[in-house]
């Protein structure tokens, strides 16, 4: 099993940045395919992006491509999400969610573990 814990969310102006982090516990994090979903008030729980195992391979939602990246490191067990350029509709609660699997998934149906969310807050 895999417990994982979201920081770095806040308030931030447009056009701000904000780097998420999401730590993993255990020893197999390098096994799990990790990924960034977020949830807007009154919407549906969004994927935002995935990355693979070793990192070579990355995803993201046509939203946040070309504003957001997703990395990881391995052998810190934490992965995370670098928002650049933030606009007042990516306010949401922002949750990193892990697949045992091999293939980069981006659904959340498809994802075993997730965290309890970061907020973050974009101010016009």
């Known amino acids: 099993q895999v417990q994982l814990v979201e920081s770095g969310g806040g308030l931030v102006q447009a056009g701000g940045s904000l780097r998420l982090s999401c730590a993993a516990s255990?020893?197999?994090?390098?096994?799990?395919?990790m990924g960034w979903f977020r949830q807007a008030p009154g919407k549906e729980r969004e994927f935002v992006a995935a990355i693979s195992r070793a990192g070579a391979v990355t995803y993201y939602a046509d939203s946040v491509k070309g504003r957001f990246t997703i990395s990881r490191d391995n052998a810190k067990n934490t992965v995370y999400l670098q928002m650049d350029s933030l606009k007042p509709e990516d306010t949401a609660v922002y949750y990193c969610a892990a697949e045992k699997g091999v293939v980069v998934v981006t659904t959340t149906t498809e994802y075993d573990y997730w965290g309890q969310g970061t907020q973050v807050t974009v101010s016009s």
């Open positions: 255990g020893r197999t994090f390098s096994s799990y395919v």
